[in-house]
């Protein structure tokens, strides 16, 4: 994407400032994490695009990409990769324009939430406020009769799995792998299957998702709203508000709302998305993969929640998630930590979800629809990080 020399050095200025002139409590994180623009810059496009090269480029070549050949093979991609690479990462957007054409699979209004990877505080050991635990997956959770179960150890099965409840009410019984400072956030990092832990001691830890009980996901947001205790709009941040002015029982209650329980396990490196590559704040997006195939590139055409500014850039497919499903539905990767995590928690937006294929095979399927090149807009930088 173009960006005006005073806009790029407007960005460079706003990341320098705060790296080194920040609030002191910011300088003690290990890192500066993401914030707005959330990867606008030609760096960031060219580092998501560059991670999906690298998986393409283990394929074989005859390899087709998706059942709808629009989206060709992957020796076709292998070719784009080689090319964009090549490229300044200044000039990769415009050569991806230029070999490549976008199309509509459908019509409609298309949604556009956000998400992001928290960064948690926690201990390997329990102490003070560390009293949250996060847990590995249990050996005697296994599929018998159908469906998630526990092994018992007379070789039986018990149908469903213990719910959030029990197993929260039952912790000596599970291995522990971290203790977390913050029950909800523990609770939200579960909605987002993975994380990064800033240790008492001064190291990151990774974890990732493991396995879950079976039970299904409902959403406390909806148990909360049908309490009265939230009105208009239920955001992340509302709820989040709510429980930690309500500790307790009276949280524990609200929580346990959601039988579904993720468990976790520690990677040497973050966990990666459902395309095995590490993520890129605002370059990275969850799909429906029956109608996107992961890693190629798309263009989103909506806004950004928080301030109503135009959210119109190209993202490269290289998640999922069980709340994506349709050809026009996006879930934007927001980054790391609490602002990442604050904006993606409000990101709910309508908008269209362009496919960028090789223009060679457009025509190929007649469901594929040529769409007009969307205006680009510009996309001003914010102020910087917010202490909350």
């Given at each position: 994407m173009y960006f005006p020399p005073k806009l790029k050095l407007s960005?460079?200025?706003?990341?320098?400032?705060?790296?080194?002139?920040?609030?002191?409590?910011?300088?003690?994180?290990?890192?500066?994490?993401?914030?707005?623009?959330?990867?606008?810059?030609?760096?960031?496009?060219?580092?998501?695009?560059?991670?999906?090269?690298?998986?393409?480029?283990?394929?074989?070549?005859?390899?087709?990409?998706?059942?709808?050949?629009?989206?060709?093979?992957?020796?076709?991609?292998?070719?784009?990769?080689?090319?964009?690479?090549?490229?300044k990462p200044e000039l990769l957007e415009d050569y991806l324009n230029t070999r490549l054409t976008r199309v509509k699979l459908g019509g409609g209004e298309g949604k556009f939430t956000g998400y992001y990877k928290p960064v948690l505080e926690g201990s390997r050991k329990r102490h003070g406020e560390y009293q949250t635990p996060?847990?590995?997956?249990?050996?005697?959770?296994?599929?018998?009769?159908?469906?998630?179960?526990?092994?018992?150890?007379?070789?039986?099965?018990?149908?469903?799995?213990?719910?959030?409840?029990?197993?929260?009410?039952?912790?000596?019984?599970?291995?522990?792998?971290?203790?977390?400072?913050?029950?909800?956030?523990?609770?939200?990092?579960?909605?987002?299957?993975?994380?990064?832990?800033?240790?008492?001691?001064?190291s990151i830890a990774h974890v990732g998702f493991a396995g879950k009980n079976g039970h299904p996901y409902i959403a406390i947001g909806k148990t909360l709203r049908d309490m009265g205790a939230i009105k208009g709009t239920v955001t992340a941040q509302k709820i989040r508000e709510w429980l930690r002015a309500n500790k307790g029982p009276a949280a524990d209650e609200v929580l346990y709302s959601n039988p579904s329980f993720i468990f976790f396990k520690e990677t040497a490196i973050e966990a990666p998305g459902a395309f095995g590559v590490t993520?890129?704040?605002?370059?990275?997006?969850?799909?429906?993969?029956?109608?996107?195939?992961?890693?190629?590139p798309v263009f989103i055409k909506s806004k950004n929640t928080f301030d109503a500014l135009p959210w119109e850039r190209m993202m490269m497919a290289?998640?999922?998630?069980?709340?994506?499903?349709?050809?026009?539905?996006?879930?934007?990767?927001?980054?790391?930590?609490?602002?990442?995590?604050?904006?993606?928690g409000e990101q709910n937006a309508t908008g269209q979800l362009y496919a960028?294929?090789?223009?060679?095979?457009?025509g190929m399927d007649a469901v594929a629809e040529k769409a007009e090149k969307p205006e680009l807009a510009d996309i001003q930088p914010a102020a910087g990080p917010t202490v909350q």
């Open positions: 960005i460079f200025v706003v990341t320098i400032f705060f790296g080194l002139f920040g609030p002191a409590a910011a300088q003690e994180r290990h890192k500066t994490w993401d914030y707005p623009p959330f990867g606008a810059d030609d760096i960031a496009l060219y580092k998501a695009f560059e991670a999906s090269c690298s998986k393409f480029s283990a394929m074989k070549p005859e390899k087709k990409m998706h059942s709808n050949p629009i989206y060709g093979t992957a020796g076709q991609w292998q070719s784009i990769c080689r090319n964009g690479l090549a490229k996060l847990l590995a997956k249990p050996k005697d959770l296994t599929i018998c009769n159908g469906q998630t179960g526990q092994k018992r150890p007379d070789g039986g099965c018990r149908n469903p799995y213990p719910n959030r409840a029990e197993i929260m009410k039952n912790i000596d019984n599970y291995k522990v792998i971290l203790w977390l400072k913050d029950p909800v956030d523990a609770f939200f990092m579960q909605v987002q299957g993975s994380g990064t832990i800033e240790l008492d001691d001064g993520l890129t704040a605002g370059r990275s997006v969850a799909v429906d993969r029956s109608h996107i195939p992961l890693g190629v290289q998640d999922v998630g069980s709340a994506i499903k349709g050809a026009n539905r996006g879930d934007l990767y927001f980054g790391h930590g609490d602002l990442a995590g604050e904006r993606a960028m294929v090789p223009k060679e095979n457009v």
